[in-house]
């Protein structure tokens, strides 16, 4: 069963940058992708960035292209992702996720799920 676990969030200043960590468990040994999504009260949840396996293939959504950066250290099974210049429109609960797809960014191709971290972007 594929487990995960999401930390590094908390409360940062406008414009200021946060790295939030993805550790799984239980990934099989064939290909897979985790991504990482947030979604505010009363939004729909908007998918950021995926990472396959290998880290051959990385995606990210045009809003957050330009300020974000995924990653991933296959070692520790642990995906990170690189949040700069935040803004208040950023707060929000950041979940990662697992998809037995290739790198895509649809919420609906992700099976398992982390419980979240919340992101708070305030003065």
């Known amino acids: 069963q594929v487990q995960l676990v999401e930390s590094g969030g908390g409360l940062v200043k406008p414009g200021g940058s946060l790295r939030l960590s993805c550790t799984g468990s239980?990934?099989?040994?064939?290909?897979?992708?985790i991504g990482w999504f947030r979604q505010a009260p009363g939004k729909q949840r908007e998918g950021i960035a995926c990472?396959?396996?290998?880290?051959?293939?990385?995606k990210y959504s045009d809003s957050m292209r330009a300020r974000t950066t995924i990653s991933r250290d296959g070692a520790k099974e642990t995906v990170y992702l690189q949040l700069d210049d935040l803004e208040p429109e950023d707060t929000a609960v950041y979940y990662c996720?697992?998809?037995?797809?290739?790198?895509?960014?649809?919420?609906?191709?992700?099976?398992?799920w982390g419980p979240g971290t919340q992101v708070t972007v305030s003065s």
């Open positions: 239980g990934f099989p040994t064939y290909g897979y992708t």
């Open positions: 990472i396959n396996r290998d880290g051959t293939i990385s």
């Open positions: 996720a697992y998809s037995q797809t290739s790198a895509q960014l649809a919420s609906w191709m992700y099976k398992y």
